[in-house]
């Protein structure tokens, strides 16, 4: 009997260490796993998201262009933010895996890269190659705007953006070309007739609606997501010219027909900084050049003008503008965006008429007395040379 009892206190000893060492197992593949990044694959340390559509557009892309040398850069809004939020600990990040995928994992239709074209060799060989690696692409030309006026050169086309796909994730390049101001330009990206508008959103699209020009940015290489990438080196700066970097086209004919080689010495300095300032130039043959500062409301903008005989201030009103960059005489220039508002506000409706009489203190529709200045400010606001 007491050998019996003995047997079946070992068995029970048995089947109980049996039983424990199972949920240790068990606890340790189900809870201590996923605390300390092994184990689960939704658990912290493990490649999280690297499997997401995104990011193998993204990788697939970067291997493309770097098999190539093809130097694109990354100017996606969104994912520079974070960047620059976290600058110092991407700057930072050493190359291979990384733990989890931060920034082109997130659920997205496109991620947007540039390059400046005069520093891709082999554009026809590349655009191959992607189609090869399953890429859908679609480019998008236009003149080039830098030969307008130029007859035997004008209507040359040069490339302005590649959207190329995959899967269901899509990747912007923007094609950058050189300006004679030394800026960065971007063309509108226009679809023709025969292009499909489905191919992808294009209306989410965060470059091409408009043209738009950049200051020339220093490059840096980082690694992001596991992937060796190049960004601005001041992506703070570049963000802030996203949303001011609209341009507009000069009409380069109209403007070659009116500027002058000339010297323009100054004339006379009306004004004062914080109210009405002018500035004007003269130049050969009687062409002269105002400068205007203009000062803002909180409904409308304003610049002002000053009789030099009576002191006599004068407002002329806009209705608030917006700036566009332009290119004038080699010059990357701000202009009103709302053009012909501007000009109708000044000269009226029918501006397009020439008119053979006009005064400047009472012919503008949108002129108004603006009081006199105190005559003992009369050397200061009131110049002439």
């Not at 068995?11 to 240790?24: M, R």
């Not at 262009?65 to 130097?71: A, D, E, I, K, L």
């Not at 738009?212 to 997501?225: C, K, N």
């Not at 003269?282 to 005989?309: P, R, S």
Request: aromatic letters at 14%; hydrophobic letters at 35%.
């Amino acid at each position: 009997m007491s050998r019996i009892n003995k047997n079946v206190i070992l068995a029970l000893l048995t089947l109980t260490s049996s039983a424990f060492l199972l949920f240790q197992l068990y606890y340790y593949k189900h809870y201590l796993s996923a605390k300390n990044g092994t184990g689960s694959s939704k658990s912290k340390g493990n490649r999280i998201g690297f499997d997401s559509t995104q990011w193998r557009a993204v990788k697939n892309f970067v291997m493309l262009t770097s098999s190539q040398n093809v130097p694109v850069f990354l100017i996606d809004p969104w994912i520079l933010e974070l960047i620059n939020k976290n600058f110092e600990q991407v700057k930072n990040t050493s190359q291979g895996p990384a733990s989890d995928c931060r920034f082109f994992c997130v659920p997205r239709d496109f991620t947007a890269f540039a390059l400046q074209y005069h520093l891709w060799k082999n554009e026809d060989g590349w655009f191959r190659i992607a189609e090869n690696m399953g890429f859908q692409c679609l480019k998008i030309e236009s003149k080039d705007p830098r030969l307008d006026g130029i007859d035997s050169l004008s209507g040359t086309e040069i490339p302005l953006h590649y959207v190329c796909k995959l899967a269901t994730h899509a990747i912007h390049l923007v094609v950058f070309h050189e300006r004679s101001g030394n800026y960065l330009w971007h063309g509108h990206l226009r679809l023709r007739g025969h292009m499909d508008r489905k191919f992808v959103p294009f209306r989410k699209l965060q470059f091409g609606r408009y043209p738009g020009a950049f200051d020339r940015p220093e490059l840096q290489q980082v690694t992001i997501d596991g992937l060796d990438v190049l960004i601005p080196k001041d992506p703070g700066h570049f963000l802030e010219e996203v949303p001011r970097s609209r341009f507009i086209e000069c009409r380069y004919k109209e403007a070659r027909a009116f500027l002058q080689n000339a010297g323009l010495p100054l004339k006379h300095k009306f004004g004062k900084v914080e109210d009405s300032l002018e500035l004007s130039f003269q130049g050969q043959d009687d062409v002269k050049l105002d400068i205007f500062f203009f000062y803002e409301e909180t409904d409308h903008m304003w610049n002002g003008g000053t009789q030099a005989k009576t002191g006599k201030k004068f407002k002329y009103l806009f209705p608030k503008f917006t700036l566009c960059w332009t290119e004038f005489a080699d010059m990357k220039v701000h202009v009103p965006c709302e053009t012909v508002d501007y000009i109708e506000a000044n000269y009226g409706k029918t501006w397009k008429i020439p008119v053979k009489t006009w005064d400047w203190k009472s012919s503008p529709p949108n002129v108004q007395p603006n009081g006199i200045w105190p005559i003992s400010e009369w050397d200061e606001v009131i110049q002439l040379y």
